[in-house]
């Protein structure tokens, strides 16, 4: 089918404005249809543990930041190109990942601020709740309907794709879409790099770095860099608000597995009732554990960071000497991403607009 229909940028932005409107309405228990929102976060937590409906609330929170009209206006104005319309649509493929709740949102917001046309794949672990904001988003701009289509199998008409999965999808990402313009993102993690003097608030706030979805994003902090003989026992002081963690059935048993398979194999760590916290050079760490990593001087993990700048998503730290391989974020701010920090680093608006050229 040949999609013809363009729509001005202003009422792009203006439509998706009143998403956010629809949604900051939700969260402030006024929606029209309250009762509809909360079926569908009540669905998605029914399909998918892990989405719980504290965790759906803080992802549509950080969307309703996003599409305020300011924050929109100010993010595109950085592309020049999208001031006129687009007169020739592009089709985009994305297959989203389902780790956390509508993270493949903003892959959505790109595609069709853009002006091209969305073909999705959802992920089944989050199936539900994009199709209810996009159906919003048609309620509030019919015009969307034409744009925005989710499918069970990307086709071989597309002119870009954008996927995100584990390193081993990855590979066949990069191989079934060979001639095709791509994204493909990889497994990353967040990192966070101690150096002792960091405050009560900073140790408290990491624990959002840590446990907000509980430590399924590629933003969550899952590895400490910390100095040689690190004092956990502040940390473990400052985290303790968080032990409620514990309650939620899945992290409880991922907790007791994890545990239970380290005594059992002699490993040495250290637990709280709600997290385990290892020495282990990897950077990803299974759920309910913390990785760590002991340090002798700046000059030296600058290196070996950097060497790792493939795998790293986002950098906690204060310490103005670190040479981060990725963006700096404040202390609890890892799982509030700008409009403008772009996964894996890779500019998708920058992407989609040079297809065009």
Request: proline share 4%; with cysteine.
């Amino acid at each position: 089918m040949l999609y013809n229909h363009t729509m001005h940028p202003d009422k792009s932005i203006n439509s998706f404005h009143l998403l956010g409107e629809e949604i900051r309405n939700f969260l402030d228990g006024k929606a029209s249809q309250q009762a509809e929102w909360e079926k569908v976060l009540q669905l998605a937590e029914q399909e998918n543990g892990w989405f719980t409906p504290e965790s759906i609330i803080r992802a549509l929170k950080g969307i309703s930041l996003w599409l305020e009209k300011g924050a929109l206006t100010k993010w595109l104005a950085e592309y020049p190109q999208l001031k006129t319309e687009n007169k020739k649509p592009l089709t985009v493929g994305v297959v989203m990942a389902g780790n956390i709740p509508l993270v493949g949102f903003h892959d959505f917001l790109c595609v069709l601020l853009s002006g091209n046309i969305l073909h999705a794949k959802l992920s089944h672990s989050d199936a539900r709740l994009l199709p209810f904001l996009a159906n919003k988003l048609i309620e509030i701009e019919p015009a969307w309907k034409e744009k925005i289509q989710f499918v069970e199998k990307l086709n071989g008409t597309l002119n870009a794709v954008i996927a995100t999965g584990s390193n081993n999808t990855a590979r066949h990402f990069e191989y079934y879409f060979r001639n095709v313009p791509h994204i493909i993102r990889r497994n990353r993690n967040g990192i966070a790099v101690l150096t002792g003097s960091e405050t009560d608030t900073e140790l408290n706030a990491l624990g959002v770095d840590i446990f907000s979805y509980f430590g399924l994003g590629c933003r969550n902090v899952s590895k400490l860099y910390v100095p040689n003989n690190y004092d956990f026992s502040n940390f473990f002081k400052n985290i303790e608000p968080y032990k409620t963690v514990i309650n939620h059935n899945k992290y409880h048993s991922n907790y007791v597995y994890n545990r239970t398979i380290y005594l059992m194999d002699g490993k040495k760590f250290t637990d709280n009732g709600f997290l385990a916290v290892i020495n282990n050079p990897a950077l990803s760490s299974p759920i309910a554990v913390l990785n760590f990593e002991e340090y002798e001087n700046m000059e030296k993990l600058n290196k070996d960071l950097n060497g790792m700048k493939e795998q790293i998503q986002c950098v906690v730290c204060k310490d103005q000497k670190l040479d981060a391989p990725a963006k700096v974020i404040p202390f609890g701010e890892t799982q509030s991403p700008s409009l403008s920090d772009y996964a894996d680093g890779v500019d998708v608006m920058l992407f989609l607009l040079e297809q065009h050229d």
